[in-house]
């Protein structure tokens, strides 16, 4: 499964926008991009999901180049409630295959 | 609907006795998978069910470490005998097909301590 790169850590504050890119050079032809959010002592919450150009929902948006070698997830206004770790994960490129975690970007947002 | 359910959330065993997780997936969900997070590591992958079946157990540990999936419903996850570095959150997860824009759908997880 291709391997991704993101920050280790970002900071903000309350009211700004968000964007955490992720890169993902080998990603395959059929392979997905996924992306989720993890709080402290809970298992992590899939956020949004795209295969290439813009994913919108109603927490984030997912903006994804043509070469699809990179990600961006973008989170429009940020609450001290956002703060938590953002996986970005690339697969599975078939139904049922295991997705596998990297190290996350922790996002702490102050007021 | 209901979501994914693991238990114990908390488990402190001594080092050589033996502990049983287990995970309450999603209900349809032909999926199951379980991840394992060692204290200041990544979340590692462990094994993942297709119904009743192993369709992949490339991340278990050892052969201490055995998963059943009996019926196709729920899952247990057996350690025998734990050794400390089997400390660690253990997380289950279901999907039916991961690629519908829903993902993987998580429980909160078994905190495992072996002292």
């Known amino acids: ?111 | 609907e209901a979501g994914v359910t693991q238990f114990p959330s908390h488990s402190v065993i001594e080092k050589g006795q033996t502990v049983t997780l287990r995970c309450d997936p999603i209900s349809g969900h032909d999926n199951l998978y379980w991840y394992r997070r060692v204290m200041g590591k990544e979340i590692k992958f462990l094994l993942h069910f297709v119904k009743e079946s192993k369709q992949d157990e490339s991340g278990m540990p050892n052969n201490r470490f055995l998963a059943e999936r009996t019926g196709g419903t729920y899952s247990t996850l057996k350690v025998q005998p734990a050794e400390l570095e089997d400390s660690g959150v253990y997380f289950c997860a279901s999907s039916q097909d991961p690629r519908d824009g829903y993902g993987y759908t998580f429980g909160s997880g078994t905190r495992l301590t072996v002292v």
């Open chain 1, 1 to 111: 499964l291709a391997k991704t790169t993101q920050p280790i850590s970002m900071d903000s504050y309350e009211g700004q926008e968000v964007n955490i890119t992720c890169s993902h050079n080998n990603i395959a032809t059929n392979d997905y991009i996924t992306w989720y959010q993890q709080f402290p002592s809970q298992g992590p919450r899939f956020i949004i999901q795209g295969y290439k150009t813009k994913v919108t929902n109603e927490v984030a948006s997912l903006f994804i180049p043509a070469d699809r070698k990179s990600s961006t997830l973008s989170l429009p206004r940020v609450s001290l409630s956002d703060t938590a770790v953002y996986y970005c994960l690339v697969g599975p490129n078939q139904a049922g295959t295991a997705l596998i975690f990297g190290k996350g970007t922790t996002l702490s947002v102050s007021s």
